[in-house]
């Protein structure tokens, strides 16, 4: 994503790609879901909105599906990263313009309502049943995360440490330690 580019979907088949959003795009990530939806950083009248969802299927309205608050400190959602079986979608939320102050939230796609689970940006779901995410001082973190409430499970533990953060919270492994 690239703000103001086009977000498009392509088959293996060869078919020609569709365009399945031309605006309200941010550049800070998508996502795919099984609930069916693709997930971005939503962007309109040069101001971030949070995040929002589309079908995949072209032709459709972006709906928003988190709203910035910016009574409370928030500045911006984004990093979208799905839950497996299409339950929940991770997402950075970006507090005063400091990604120091950043929160990991989650979105429960059912009820369309999202929560902070930790203090902490650009978090991943992995396989092995946690949720990972970096630090503002640059600690790859674990901590035990169940599908099926969305909710953490235990205490965060240090997986690496030296993690490089770029522009826009974004991390890079390559950098790190």
């Not at 400190?73 to 102050?101: K, Y």
């Not at 939230?105 to 995410?133: C, F, I, N, W």
């Not at 600690?139 to 953490?152: I, K, N, T």
Request: net charge negative.
């Amino acid at each position: 994503l690239d703000n103001g580019a086009e977000l498009r979907a392509a088959t293996l088949s060869g078919a020609p790609p569709i365009t399945i959003v031309d605006s309200a795009l941010g550049g800070d990530g998508a996502t795919w879901s099984a609930d069916g939806f693709i997930y971005f950083d939503g962007l309109t009248g040069g101001g971030t909105t949070g995040l929002m969802r589309v079908s995949p299927s072209g032709g459709s309205t972006p709906v928003q599906v988190t709203t910035v608050d910016t009574a409370r400190g928030e500045q911006d959602h984004f990093w979208p990263s799905a839950l497996p079986e299409g339950t929940g979608v991770l997402f950075t939320i970006q507090r005063q313009g400091n990604f120091d102050e950043s929160d990991v939230a989650v979105l429960d796609t059912k009820s369309m309502t999202h929560r902070v689970l930790v203090q902490g940006l650009t978090a991943r779901y992995a396989p092995s049943g946690h949720l990972l995410y970096v630090t503002a001082a640059g600690d790859l973190m674990a901590v035990p995360f169940g599908l099926g409430r969305l909710e953490l499970g235990g205490e965060p533990l240090s997986v690496s440490s030296g993690i490089a953060r770029r522009r826009f919270g974004a991390v890079d492994f390559a950098g790190s330690a």
